[in-house]
C-alpha cells in the first residue's frame, strides 16, 4: 500500500480496484527484479563479514 499510494500516486480506488497482476505489473517500474544471493555470493559474504561472538554487540 505504501508503494502504490506514495510511489506510484494511486488513489484508493485505483488501488482497490487493481489484480494482483496489475499491481505486479505497475510496480515492475520502478526496479528490476533481484534474486537472493546464490551459494557462492553467500559464502563470500559471510567470509567477509563474519558473525561477532554470541552476545557481542556492534555498535
Request: glycine fraction near 10%; proline fraction near 7%; avoid cysteine.
Amino acid at each position: 500500500m505504501a508503494t502504490a499510494f506514495g510511489l506510484l500516486r494511486l488513489s484508493p480506488n485505483e488501488f482497490w480496484s487493481m489484480t494482483p497482476r496489475e499491481m505486479e505489473r505497475a510496480m515492475s517500474v520502478l526496479g528490476s527484479r533481484t534474486s537472493a544471493p546464490g551459494r557462492n555470493d553467500l559464502a563470500d559474504l559471510m567470509q567477509r563479514f563474519p558473525d561477532g561472538e554470541r552476545g557481542e554487540r556492534h555498535g
